[in-house]
């Protein structure tokens, strides 16, 4: 088991900026796949981007272009760097990893979440 640790969330006025980390409590999970979700108020939680232990990102398209998945290898943490951040971005994310470097599998492990709130 890991423990993933958040922070960075916060509010912003639309089309500003925001970083979250994510820091997992064993260093081997930064070579394994992570990723991170939110959920809106009375919405499902979705995938908003991963990145596996090769390096290989994905990220939905709602986000393409504004979001930029990373890991800092000397840091041991996962990043999101947000950019543009529109008002249907305000939610609660959260740091998620497989204990495999694919992402093909569950994500078993969760961190407790960071807010971000994006207003107009």
């Known amino acids: 088991q890991v423990q993933l640790v958040e922070s960075g969330g916060g509010s912003v006025q639309a089309g500003g900026s925001l970083r979250l980390s994510c820091a997992p409590s064993?260093?081997?999970?930064?070579?394994?796949?992570m990723a991170w979700f939110r959920q809106a108020p009375g919405k499902e939680r979705e995938e908003v981007a991963s990145?596996?232990?090769?390096?290989?990102?994905t990220s939905t398209d709602s986000v393409k272009g504004r979001f930029t998945i990373s890991k800092d290898n000397e840091k041991k943490t996962m990043a999101l760097q947000m950019n543009s951040l529109q008002l249907e971005d305000t939610a609660m994310y959260y740091c998620?990893?497989?204990?495999?470097?694919?992402?093909?599998?569950?994500?078993?492990?969760w961190g407790q979440g960071t807010q971000v709130t994006v207003s107009a």
């Open positions: 998620a990893a497989i204990g495999t470097p694919w992402c093909n599998g569950k994500f078993a492990s």
């Open positions: 064993r260093s081997i999970y930064m070579g394994y796949c």
């Open positions: 990145i596996d232990g090769y390096g290989s990102t």
